[in-house]
């Protein structure tokens, strides 16, 4: 194991060497001979590379938060003597600009889009450098909680409809974070770093995190103990009245507003209906940045089933939470409008769908063609396209194959190939008898259908709900 | 005035010089120097230059699409999508950026256009400028031999953008191709029916296609004498012949591009005519187009395409233009352009709805957030459009209001005394009419209201 880890690091140094060394434009034998270094040491790995775990990162970073450091991973255009420009990183920063250039004050929009990072994309980990966002925010001035808890709704019956399996959603409060170590006796400057070990206790025990606290951030250990009475406690709304009446966090002013705001919170989730689905957890802690209030992470709660495939690993499917502070920080004149809003992982989930359709063996058509019009002899051709055209013509989905004498056994399995459920077949004897002979592909039978009553009876068969054409 | 505008100007200069001093990891002492004398400059312009914390623009050439734009946008993409559906297409996407050498030496004179991704120690990438070369990337890498599919997305060209014109820098491009070795014409014939059907069910007036053959080009330039050299240019003359008039476009070829007069003369009998199967066979039997088989076999393809667009019901539509010699850099066969018969109708002032919500769940009294909550949710879990005010006591007025404004046609109102009834009243907001409707049979109600064509609720 430990010679893995070295062995990986290696080939991280030497993969940064490699690109240095390109930037440098250094000699083409150069390059050459630590690429060759490069590619032995990534043999010495293995062909598995190791699968890792996923993990979804939400990106709401602000402009002078997190963004300074992951500003390398802008991809800028090249300077080619107009304005300088970069790819967006994310939706949320153009989000907040749309919003302060037309002085918007309140909306409720959605926007699914592709962002771009110059990660380092292990393909394997499902982390591209150009991905899916699916943002859905609230901007506005409005009554409390009532558009978190819609945000809320809105997550849940995404993720139930989406049926990937039972999910769960955390949720936390930046302020009650706040407060709480602030009672704990958290230094502030160790604030957002402390945020970060806590959040990992979603995968590793308080043992581990306490060590890294104290032994890595310099924590006092008291202090440490003080903090894992708190975050290591979930539940539902009783647990909010339980810290109400905390000696410590009763006193702490932000904290107080933070649970009164989750006691109304879970009472609108409640008339919702979706109260059991949601887990109050106080070592949710993560992308705190621009946060200012409430905050949300869905999980799924087993991996998704497989068939005989290693689990994808435990990670978020969606987040959000409510900041307030970040288009006060693009509008000239510092105007804030308060948002509360909530990001799908798609890229997740479509590797989590793909992956469930795979296992089951199923089927997904790549087109929505519900009947092939056929020839069973040859020179048919200008009946097809005078057929298929009236079908087109009554918003039919129809295609024919762009061959003028096909064989009847190629056109089946055409159909066969492509999921298309019906065969409209022209032939000679039943031109003459003024029929058409519509096949169903999955059962066989054929009938003969009046011409006049085919568009008819193709509706009526593609509109069935299971489609037993 | 000028003071102002030259003050500018040095900001701007100090600011690139500090972007350079920090591009090439110059000193720290350096930078800090440039650094100092750019913001004593930015003082200079004033005090609220100071706050601008962020220039707010979309970059040139490029837009926002606004709810509104955005409603616009999602109807014509389903009207082409569903025709796309129609005729079986399946759809790709592709990223929006290339390795720069796939784009490299395909498009000619506008490289130039091309938008570059800075070098950032990978891979040196462009944006793609359009779908095709992207469309021809993807068939060699799969080894496809054949495909029929569509592809929606926005291309990036560093054009002049003039944004009356509506040309942008970034703009959507929506193609359709069919790849593959076919029997003749057939998939040829169906692209145009597609292009028909969409351009009809769009409704923004009546089109004529142009359809010409690079072959038929290429054999009536050779038979009217053109050398070979000078046929893209003459070409690009040609092709003006529906803006201009045939004297301009002669006194072109023959003052500008030095075409002898005899030739331009010749060519001027072929590109001015235009018409139906009827001009194919003509030509067809022209002493002199007979002669080459590049034109022969183009005409014997038209031919072929005209038939089975007459039996597509589309051939009245269908114009075979001996003019149209456009975009010629690719095509290797028929060609195929759509115009507008007239501009389009103005200002219907036609309202555009930017959400689907059906209903507003509305209070008309105090303290009724909780029943509202309660009943939205059993709204959503059916699976009916539905929104509410973010206010705890809002008035019914403003309740009203915003459902005018939205568009929404549908309020269901919850009152003290219709709870204790058990009932919600049902408005409609065009008509204003109210109707008290059981909790138990809302959702049926607002489904049947709903799924009316006209929606007339």
């Known amino acids: 194991m430990a ?34 270094k490069l590619l032995k040491l990534k043999a010495q790995l293995g062909p598995d590379e190791g699968k890792q775990k996923f993990v979804l990162k939400t990106p709401k970073e602000t402009l002078t938060g997190k963004y300074g450091e992951d500003s390398k991973l802008i991809y800028d255009l090249k300077d080619q003597g107009g304005e300088l420009l970069s790819l967006r990183y994310d939706l949320t920063v153009p989000f907040a600009r749309y919003l302060a250039m037309n002085k918007l004050t309140n909306i409720k929009r959605y926007h699914i889009a592709k962002v771009y990072r110059r990660d380092n994309p292990a393909m394997t980990r499902g ?40 999910f769960l959603v955390k949720v936390n409060d930046r302020r009650i974070l706040d407060g709480t170590f602030a009672v704990c006796g ?45 975050v290591q ?10 810290l109400l009446q905390d000696p410590k966090l009763s006193q702490n002013k932000q904290a107080l507003e933070g649970l009164g705001d989750l006691k109304l919170l879970f009472e609108y989730l409640t008339l919702f209906g979706i109260a059991d689905k949601i ?15 409430v905050i949300y992470e869905a999980v799924l709660l087993q991996p998704p089933a497989q068939a005989g495939e290693e689990p994808l690993g435990v990670g978020s499917v969606a987040a959000g939470g409510r900041y307030d502070g970040l288009v006060g920080m693009f509008d000239p004149k510092g105007r804030k409008v308060p948002c509360v809003g909530l990001s799908i992982g798609v890229e997740r989930i479509f590797s989590i769908v793909e992956q469930r359709m795979e296992a089951l063996k199923e089927k997904v ?72 002979k519509l096949r169903s592909v999955a059962s066989r039978e054929e009938v003969d259908v009046r011409r006049e009553d085919l568009v008819e009876e ?12």
């Open 233 to 242: 406690q979930h539940g539902g709304v009783s647990l909010v009245e339980q």
């Open 365 to 436: 058509r790549t087109t929505e063609t519900q009947v092939l019009v056929a020839s069973a002899q040859k020179k048919l051709l200008e009946e097809r396209l005078k057929l298929i055209s009236e079908l087109w013509d009554a918003g039919i989905k129809a295609e024919l194959l762009y061959k003028k004498n096909p064989k009847l056994l190629n056109q089946l399995q055409y159909c066969e190939e492509a999921g298309i459920p019906l065969v409209a077949i022209i032939g000679e004897q039943e031109l003459k008898d003024g029929v058409i």
């Open 127 to 166: 982390r591209y450098r150009e991905f899916y966002q699916c943002d859905f925010d609230i901007a506005g001035q409005f009554d409390p909680m009532i558009p978190d808890a819609e945000c809320l709704k809105i997550m849940c019956e995404i993720l139930s409809s989406l049926q990937i399996g039972d």
């Open 279 to 293: 887990s109050f957890d106080l070592s949710l802690a993560r992308g705190l940045d621009y946060y200012t209030g």
């Open 3 to 36: 010679d893995r880890a070295t062995l990986e690091d290696l080939v991280r140094l030497q993969g940064e060497r490699v690109r240095a060394l390109k930037q440098q434009k250094a000699s083409a034998e150069q390059i050459e001979e630590e690429v060759a």
């Open 458 to 469: 193709i509706k009526r068969r593609t509109s069935q709900p299971l489609c037993i054409c």
């Open 186 to 230: 958290v230094p502030d400057s160790k604030f957002r770093t402390i945020c970060s070990s806590v959040d990992k206790l979603d995968k590793v025990s308080w043992e581990e995190v306490k060590s890294e606290m104290v032994g890595e951030k310099g924590l006092a250990p008291e202090v440490a103990d003080r903090i894992g009475d708190y």
